[in-house]
């Protein structure tokens, strides 16, 4: 809650008249101006019944102006946004509420937001005659089909005298922040991998044999929990025993994004690149959904800040602000300077980096011998290609890849990715479904799938 003040002050008495007349309205600017020119008249023509009437009407707007600067209340402002974290083009309402803290009542006030264009039309609120300790409320949706982070406010006051002769503006300090994430896609349960869960029945899970907790006994330890004491095995050895609880090995997946400017066409909510980071999004959620250890990853080697190790982990309590964060930096996610994709593949070299999804714009041949190192540092790897030239075609053209995509897709999958070409306007979810299906052809006829995907 922000707090502004309508009253005079020491800090404001120099330039005060000043303020006070630049807020004149339309109407109190020409009672000021007739009430000269009568007075003028006035005094070369000699009549003091008209100079008395200038006077007044030259007076008027002066007097509402000078009370109206004096006037001495205060009203507190407050902001909220529901949700603060809304996909792209879904709409969030936000809440106002203004306080009267002081011990007079309010005349008309004027309540407007500050928003950026791309959110739509400034909102405006007239509100009548607030009492002392009275408060109102009003509320106005905003919507963006972009993504990004879009300040909200500061909220700013118009004051106004019951005649309408004077307008005065008062800004509160703070703002607050609209966050416009990727729109996520739900996608289907299928087993792109060898694994059936994020807690892995495949090759990657070394512990855990006897269950979701394995019971080692160990010595007991200063500090420990007695309610961990194995009173069996204590008996049994003569000593405190307690049971040493060793959780599974988490299956990893790294999602890789390219931002490279040069790999991708066009712009707006339709376009290639769009549509990569939205499926980015659709895939980490979807991961840490099916309890993996989650990493994002872009062509530039980075991030997400706060990330660990070995990425987010997902089926626990943190998945949701995991989540969260993945989504904040996505919304604001901007294409690279880089030509290539090395600083990606130093990051993943250092080990096995389990599942490697990755979703990319146009490809040399260069950057596909890249992706081919990539997949000897992964368990599996799934590549989702844009040719994103196709992307800013006219309807009216022949559709379908060029021929270089075409050539890049087959060398990925002859490195061993599974990847499906990205048609312009496909669902993911479909796409998805198609990747498990190479998957499985791959796997039971032992040779690479042709063509050039769906």
């Given amino acids: ?258 931002t490279r400017g040069i790999a991708f066409q066009g712009a707006g909510p339709d376009a290639a690149f769009e549509w990569a980071v939205s499926g980015t999004a659709s895939t980490l959620v979807h991961m840490l959904e099916r309890g993996f250890s989650v990493r994002l990853l872009t062509d530039t080697g980075s991030s997400v800040p706060g990330e660990g190790a070995d990425g987010f982990a997902g089926a626990s309590q943190e998945s949701a602000d995991a989540a969260g964060m993945m989504m904040d930096t996505l919304a604001v996610i901007d294409h690279s300077d880089g030509t290539g994709l090395s600083r990606a593949y130093d990051v993943l070299r250092g080990g096995n980096e389990g599942l490697l999804i990755a979703f990319l714009g146009d490809l040399d041949e260069e950057q596909a011998t890249v992706l081919g190192k990539m997949r000897q540092r992964s368990g599996g790897a799934v590549a989702f290609l844009l040719d994103s030239e196709s992307w800013v075609r006219e309807p009216s053209e022949v559709p379908g890849p060029l021929d270089r995509s075409v050539d890049r897709l087959r060398m990925l999958r002859e490195a061993g990715w599974t990847a499906v070409m990205v048609p312009r306007g496909a669902s993911l979810a479909d796409l998805w479904r198609e990747a498990d299906r190479q998957r499985t052809h791959v796997a039971s006829t032992g040779t690479t799938a042709g063509g050039s995907g769906t």
């Avoid at 963006?144 to 300040?151: A, I, K």
């Avoid at 006897?210 to 309610?227: H, K, M, T, V, W």
């Fill in 1 to 258: 809650m922000t707090q502004a003040g309508t009253g005079h002050t020491a800090e404001e008495d120099k330039g005060g008249l000043r303020t006070a007349l630049a807020g004149l309205t339309t109407r109190g600017r020409s009672f000021l101006a007739a009430g000269v020119a009568a007075a003028i008249c006035a005094y070369v023509l000699g009549q003091s019944d008209l100079l008395r009437v200038g006077l007044l009407l030259a007076a008027l707007p002066l007097v509402c102006a000078t009370v109206l600067y004096r006037t001495r209340y205060r009203v507190a402002g407050s902001r909220r946004l529901s949700p603060g974290r809304v996909p792209a083009g879904s709409e969030a309402r936000v809440h106002l509420r203004m306080d009267n803290i002081s011990r007079l009542p309010t005349g008309l006030l004027m309540l407007q937001d500050r928003v950026p264009y791309v959110l739509g039309p400034r909102p405006r609120f007239v509100l009548d005659r607030v009492e002392a300790g009275g408060r109102r409320e009003v509320s106005y949706r905003v919507r963006s089909d972009l993504r990004g982070r879009y300040p909200l406010g500061p909220l700013q006051l118009r004051l106004t005298d019951p005649f309408g002769m004077c307008e005065l503006t008062r800004s509160f300090s703070t703002y607050d922040t609209l966050t416009v994430i990727p729109r996520v896609e739900a996608l289907p349960p299928v087993r792109l991998t060898g694994e059936a869960k994020g807690y892995g029945d495949g090759r990657q899970r070394s512990l855990a044999l006897a269950g979701e907790d394995d019971i080692i006994p160990r010595g007991y330890r200063y500090g420990d929990d007695l309610r961990r004491v194995h009173w069996r095995l204590t008996a049994r050895y003569g000593e405190l025993m307690v049971r040493r609880e060793e959780q599974p090995q988490r299956s990893r997946c790294t999602v890789l994004l390219d």
